[in-house]
């Protein structure tokens, strides 16, 4: 009756306020020997949730494109390794608590941009803060802010992130200011975050995009010092399912 309801209440209550919600949902759970055995399993469950709930929500902070995972990623025939552990070091994020970058170059359509949203939803499970952004809005974004004034706020906006994906480098040549404000959020980020490049572009073209030589190869060092760079050949993958599926 009225009782069992207004202990209800106060249970959620008082369970809310020691941040502990999700308990009053699995209290009737059965089957224990001891209140040890019962309580232990109600916190454990209280910290399962939380997990799942962070997860959820780096998730959708990291705002990927699409979903990607790497069960049946295909890393054989058309990705050229730098060497053997490359591939242990991404997929074990080890590259990420070294700080160190990772840029994926070849034509459009060789998976590069799945293995980059791949490795940044495994970040996002083991807790990385991590964002996507394609290269051209993302200095669409810079220029915005910078004419705003408000250029530091949206640094700012990067202080927790580990792992910033940057998609697509190369398909569009920015302006002057474009590529000199790209270069300095690069440079802040240099041995304190991870980045992830996919480009279309060989390093030794990336000047037709940052115009200035010398900007491109300061940008370039500062990639490539800490960086695995895997080259991404054959023929495109989209073209050729799109080539493959039944008239």
């Known amino acids: 009756g009225g009782g069992e309801l207004m ?17 009053p949902r699995v209290i009737e759970t059965e089957g224990f020997e001891t209140k040890e055995d019962w309580l232990l399993f109600l916190l454990e469950n209280e910290l399962k949730c939380r997990e799942e709930l962070k997860t959820a ?7 990927f494109p699409v979903r990607r995972t790497l069960d049946n990623y295909d890393w054989h025939d058309h990705i050229t390794l730098p060497n053997p552990t ?14 160190e ?9 060789t998976g590069k941009t799945h293995l980059a949203c791949a490795l940044g939803e495994m970040a996002t499970h083991a807790g990385v803060e991590t964002r996507f952004w394609r290269v051209s809005e993302l200095v669409g974004e810079l ?4 004419k ?7 640094k700012h906006r990067f202080d927790k992130v580990k792992l910033v994906i940057l998609d697509e480098m190369g398909y569009v040549p920015f302006t002057k200011e474009g590529a000199e404000l790209l270069f300095q959020l690069i440079s802040d980020w240099y041995e304190t975050k991870s980045i992830i490049i996919t480009s279309n572009l060989e390093f030794s073209q990336w000047n037709k995009v940052f115009i200035d030589t010398r900007l491109t190869a300061a940008l370039v060092d500062r990639l490539i010092h800490h960086a695995h760079i ?6 495109s993958f989209r073209l050729k399912n799109a080539l493959s599926r039944p008239k």
């Open 7 to 23: 202990e209800t209440d106060r249970l959620e209550e008082v369970c809310k306020q020691l941040r502990l919600s999700h308990i």
């Open 230 to 235: 895997l080259s991404f050949t054959g023929e």
């Open 148 to 154: 705003n004034n408000t250029l530091e706020t949206f």
């Open 143 to 146: 220029e915005r802010q910078w």
């Open 86 to 99: 490359t591939k242990e070091e991404l997929t074990s994020l080890s590259f990420i608590r070294q700080k």
């Open 101 to 109: 970058n990772a840029v994926f170059v070849g034509t459009p359509g």
């Open 57 to 63: 929500r780096l998730f959708k902070q990291a705002k």
